[in-house]
């Protein structure tokens, strides 16, 4: 079972996030193990400042390395105690690399993980330096903290643990899981609004439907990832058996 800390100076936030929808059920349930901890506690100044003036000046403040080493450190010596493998610790910086699916799925294979959210203008370098395995972006913006950067990897992490969602099923043909994005999904009913829902999809022709579901997501990959569709391997970019063409029902 995975287990994931995240190091934070809003575990309100964290927790809140953390507890709801599929992910706080299964949080309840005990497929993993999730702890966020407070970096505030970790100070030893009496006013539990965590930030300081950058050297060399400029505008805002920086998050200082002691009270983030002393958090890292517990929970590092938490592992220890238990006896378990060092978990990965993993920093959250818009200078990191770019994170994705293939970094979800490798990430979901360790037993452990620590999130590592920096607030202000940033964290300071030398604790990076002396504590990252890596450094994660979650996209070329800047968010005002890590947060919500950690909540999306840990997010993307914990629907790949087993028991989290109903089925492997679930993630499987999902978006990203092989390269691909996934074919357009519709519910009831079956117009709506004048657009009806493709034909084949009515059918009850489970391999027709399996075909047109692969041919919708090579296609929109093509058209809206080019560079993912790049990446496919040709027996997947090849262009789909084509279906026959049925009226659509209005
Ligand atoms: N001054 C920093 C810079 O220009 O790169 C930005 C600091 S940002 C306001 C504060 C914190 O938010 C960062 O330390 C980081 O933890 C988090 N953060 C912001 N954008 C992020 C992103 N795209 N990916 C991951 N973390 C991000």
Not at 9 to 19: I, S
Not at 34 to 62: A, E, S
Request: proline content about 7%; aromatic content about 8%.
């Amino acid at each position: 079972m995975i287990r994931i800390d995240i190091a934070t100076l809003f575990t309100g936030m964290c927790e809140t996030v953390m507890d709801e929808s599929i992910i706080g059920r299964a949080r309840r349930e005990h497929k993993f193990e999730l702890y966020t901890h407070q970096i505030r506690d970790f100070t030893i100044n009496r006013q539990k400042q965590v930030d300081d003036y950058p050297y060399g000046g400029g505008h805002g403040m920086v998050m200082q390395a002691d009270p983030i080493a002393r958090c890292l450190d517990f929970i590092l010596w938490q592992y220890e105690k238990k006896g378990q493998a060092r978990p990965r610790v993993c920093f959250m910086t818009p200078a990191g690399r770019p994170y994705d699916q293939a970094k979800a799925k490798e990430l979901a294979r360790l037993p452990g993980l620590v999130l590592v959210c920096g607030h202000y203008e940033g964290i300071d370098e030398r604790v990076i330096e002396a504590y990252a395995d890596e450094e994660i972006s979650i996209g070329d913006y800047v968010l005002t903290g890590g947060e919500l950067a950690a909540l999306s990897v840990a997010d993307s992490v914990l629907r790949l643990q087993p028991g989290v969602l109903s089925s492997p099923e679930g993630y499987q043909g999902e978006s990203f899981y092989d390269g691909l994005l996934e074919y357009p999904q519709y519910s009831r009913p079956e117009v709506w609004r004048d657009r009806a829902v493709p034909p084949v999809l009515l059918s009850g022709h489970a391999a027709n439907i399996r075909a047109w579901r692969a041919g919708q997501g090579v296609s929109r990959t093509r058209a809206r990832r080019p560079d993912l569709y790049l990446a496919l391997p040709p027996e997947v970019a090849s262009p789909p058996a084509k279906l026959p063409k049925k009226k659509r029902k209005r």
